[in-house]
């Protein structure tokens, strides 16, 4: 049966076939022992990971990996939050360019791509090939652009260190020396005659294993916190920001660990790590006071924090607590606006539109900034959208000047099929075409264009960005199958029939049987080598 991955299976599936690679037989080469056995040494950043787990290899990795993730259901694109998180994460990717941490061999072939996954815990991780996801919970825990920057630029470090090509070395090279301390034991106790000298061999070789690993797990934690700072401080952040993200955690993880804190199992958090980071703060000329970056983060995070609650737990009785929230006492600018997108938002999700509009009309006088009215703007278009109210979307996104942002393109795709008028139409697929042509894995683009195609009665350009939107998730076969929908359609012939897209179709159907076959080769030869038997491509 298929079932939907739970955010827990999500990560540990992931987890699983990424340190899967561990487990597989190295080279003779790989399998001698180092001259020095006492300790695991950590490889120089000049090094090469791994002759074994190259770049090549780690990006073919990465893409397994997403095109599962793509495919699950808390896999989240909300083009206005993930549109928010790429402000922070692209200055930083610009900034690991700028300093060298990102040179033309991983430059070239990893994307850089961070995502969204609805998930109320707080946790942020990086994957192989230059992915890392972000939970909406640790979205909704930031109170600060500089606090969510800090944990963004940790992760980057991971990827651009190579820190999971580095931890599989390590781990071979740790499983080696165990086994042998555990075979050189067992000998031994072999010869005495004494079971329980075999029994704690093998006890004292996984101790030493487990060990190793940690300490070479710390090490790297030390290294993506302070190139993390250097990235913060070239990219326009705030160092102070990973201080007060460490003493948040430390002091919510102290308070309440009922679990929800997984990004504090896989980054241990400790005394000597809090230490290092401020002193390199003191060093960046910065002070670690969350209360002053409090007051300076900007109003717009405030309210991504707010939009980020509602995505992560949609359920019936959160968005009514969420409707409901009450400011007690005098309240800032910051919680009153955030209170009033919070209530907007819950009531929009609860289809409740009549109390949206009045949260929507009690913060707009308030908005100090062109940012906290674009993200005003945003909410009360999508609430027009839901409510049916195209009229009022579209002088909504009239006052939006046209800015080339993606969040703008999707909504205004979405105005023109609602108004179903075919001029706006028209325009609003012209501008999804070109789009696309850029954004090749942009699922949600395409989806927009396959229904806008439809509607202006373009079959095969619609049957084609269905396609694409499948392919763009990882789903080859979904895919392939509407392209082959479309090539039937085209050997029929007819008026209407665009002979240009036909072709576009033909060669596009190539392309992907190609990819699957090569997928399929792959998946063959993985499972040859660890001895298990092929799987069929879903």
Known sequence: MNQALTPFRLRAGCLLLAWSLVLAP?????????????????????????????????????????????????????????????????????????????????????????????DRSVNAFALPGGYVGVNLGMIAMTTARDELASVLAHELSHVTQRHIARSIVAANRSSTLSLAAMLLGILAASKARNADMAQAAIMSGQAAAAQAQLNFSRDMEREADRNGLNLMSVAGFAPAGMAAMFEKLDQSVRLNDSGGFPYLRSHPLTIDRIGEARQRIEVLGAQPSSAQLQAASPLVHALMQSRAKVLMDPSTQSLRRFQEVELRGPASLRDRLAALYLRAFASTQLREFTVAEQALAAGEPLLPDAGTKRAWAQLAIETALARGDSARATERLAAWPADGSRSRLLLSARVAQQRNDAESIKQSTEQLQTWVAEHRDDA?????????????????????????????????????????????????????????????????LRDLMSQRRQLMAEQRGGSQRRGDPPEELE
């Open 444 to 508: 949600q683009a395409w989806q927009a264009l396959a229904l806008s195609a439809e509607r202006l009665g373009l079959t095969l350009r619609s049957l084609r960005a269905h396609a694409e939107a499948e392919a763009a998730i990882g789903n080859l076969p979904g895919a392939i199958d509407r392209l082959r929908a479309g090539q039937q359609i085209a050997r029929r012939g007819g008026p209407g029939v665009d002979f240009i897209e036909a072709s576009v179709i033909d060669s596009r």
């Open 26 to 118: 190295l080279p003779l080469a790989a399998q001698s022992l180092p001259g020095d056995a006492s300790q695991v040494r950590l490889p120089a950043l000049g090094e090469s990971a791994s002759d074994e787990f190259n770049l090549s290899a780690e990006k073919r990795l990465g893409e397994q990996i997403m095109r599962e993730i793509r495919r699950d259901p808390d896999y989240l694109d909300d083009p206005v939050l993930l549109e928010y998180l790429q402000t922070i994460w692209q200055p930083l990717v610009a900034a690991a360019r700028q300093r060298g941490d990102i040179g033309n061999d991983i430059g070239t072939l990893f994307p850089f791509e961070s995502f969204l996954v609805r």
